[in-house]
């Protein structure tokens, strides 16, 4: 070691140095207060493991709810895809049903529907019958209709007539 002497500095080791009682009680006691401050920082030291287990429990349920929102997140996204199938699905049957209405509406259907299933055929011109009435116009009384001989012939009259004009407008 070196000791400053004014403005030399001198070894130690070259010269004995003698020591002064109190002077080695001041060391002693410098090492020992040394010694119970390194004791008492020892102490103090000791690992804080319920500290250590608290942020851990933290972190894992930081974690946690991470990986649960994710979760969350994919059942959404796998619900989302199903629906957007479903509407595809839907619009293409929309589309289908469209498409069978528009053929239902068309007349050369309507006309091959009625030959074909209900087995009409179409009126000839020389089927046609013009009905004219010299009389005009008349009035026909409640009482007079409720007769049963009259009563029949007019609603076969009728029931003719009416037959007649649905044949005429499919032609």
Do not use: W
Not at 2 to 14: F, G, Q, T
Not at 44 to 59: F, L, S
Not at 86 to 107: C, F, G, S, V
Request: some cysteine; aromatic content about 8%.
């Amino acid at each position: 070691m070196s000791r400053y002497n004014d403005s030399s500095a001198v070894k130690l080791e070259r010269f004995p140095v003698e020591r002064v009682q109190g002077q080695i009680d001041y060391d002693q006691q410098e090492l020992e207060v040394l010694e119970s401050r390194s004791s008492a920082r020892a102490k103090t030291q000791a690992v804080p493991y319920g500290k250590y287990a608290i942020m851990i429990a933290c972190v894992f349920a930081v974690a946690l709810v991470i990986v649960s929102s994710y979760m969350q997140l994919a059942s959404i996204n796998l619900q989302n895809a199903k629906m957007r199938q479903e509407i595809a699905r839907l619009q293409d049957e929309e589309h289908a049903l469209n498409a069978k209405k528009e053929q239902m509406y068309n007349l050369a259907y309507v006309e091959d529907y009625a030959e074909n299933t209900l087995g009409m055929v179409k009126l000839d011109k020389t089927q046609v019958n013009y009905v004219e009435m010299d009389t005009g116009d008349r009035m026909v009384l409640a009482a007079a209709a409720a007769q049963p001989e009259q009563a029949g012939g007019q609603m076969l009259d009728m029931l003719s007539q009416a037959f007649s004009a649905v044949l005429e407008y499919l032609r």
